[in-house]
């Protein structure tokens, strides 16, 4: 009889302290963009900040639930973080507060600050006829996937199939050790544009853009690269246009 009631009054303890600090955080090792109210039942703003803070979190966030997402602005992506999109996830830029250049970019790019460990795999952009240069964080840099002062940067299974006249679908400056795997872009501008950095992978891509379908220029006009210098050590294997 003492020791069940000894064990009632820890039970009991036990349940206070748990409520008293909130649910036990999560052991699945990942973060899905979903709890955060990212939907493709929801509206563009709402998404834009929905993965916003999906994406603050860090780590590896995953969207999962096929079905075409809007979003409204550009979401920015810090150090130490993969974004997973899965198969049939579709992000397709919409105009609901004014039209914007990058559905992702790091944060580092507008302070020149280098952020570094970034993956993003599965994303698939609908440009859906937005398609413009806004040089909001560096003049130069309009790729509709855009990174500015990176390192060790991988980009997986990349598609964007429509892209317009003025942007190009990828467009990483200033960087080290950088991977693009897998890719399908088809549209009028680069599909994957490089200005100034180091160490560099490009395989397995399909192209049908009637500009540069890969262009290594680290020396560009002013428009195409926000800084100028030098493009060494990199590899180009099974890519097509």
């Known amino acids: 009889m003492k020791s069940t009631l000894l064990f009632c009054l820890a039970l009991c303890t ?11 955080p999560s052991t699945s090792g990942f973060t899905n963009a ?9 509206t563009g703003l709402e ?7 999906a994406v603050d979190q860090g780590g590896t966030i995953q969207v999962s639930t096929p079905g075409t997402y809007k979003l409204a602005g550009t979401v920015y992506i810090g150090s130490n973080t993969s974004l997973q999109f899965g198969n049939g996830v579709f992000i397709q830029k919409v105009n609901e507060r004014g039209d914007f250049s990058h559905v992702l970019i790091n944060k580092g790019a507008k302070t020149k600050t280098f952020d570094q460990n970034i993956t993003v795999e599965g994303l698939h952009i609908i440009v859906n006829g937005m398609d413009v240069r806004k040089f909001v964080e560096a003049y130069g840099l309009h790729g509709q996937l855009a990174f500015f002062y990176v ?3 991988k980009i997986e299974r990349f598609r964007c199939l429509d892209l317009g006249k003025a942007q190009y679908g990828i ?4 960087f080290e050790d950088l991977i693009i795997d897998d890719v399908i872009i088809k549209g009028q501008k680069d599909g994957v544009h490089l200005g100034r950095g180091k160490r560099f992978t490009i395989r397995n891509g399909v ?35």
């Open 14 to 24: 036990w349940i206070t302290l748990w409520a008293q600090a909130g649910p036990l």
């Open 151 to 153: 390192k060790d940067l």
């Open 207 to 241: 192209f049908q853009t009637f500009d540069d379908a890969i262009a290594l220029n680290a020396h560009d006009y002013a428009t195409g690269n926000p800084e100028l210098g030098w493009i060494e050590n990199g590899v180009i294997e099974n890519c097509h246009d």
């Open 34 to 42: 979903a709890s955060f109210g990212f939907s493709p039942n929801a």
């Open 171 to 174: 467009h990483v400056c200033t």
């Open 47 to 53: 998404n834009m900040q929905a993965l916003q803070k």
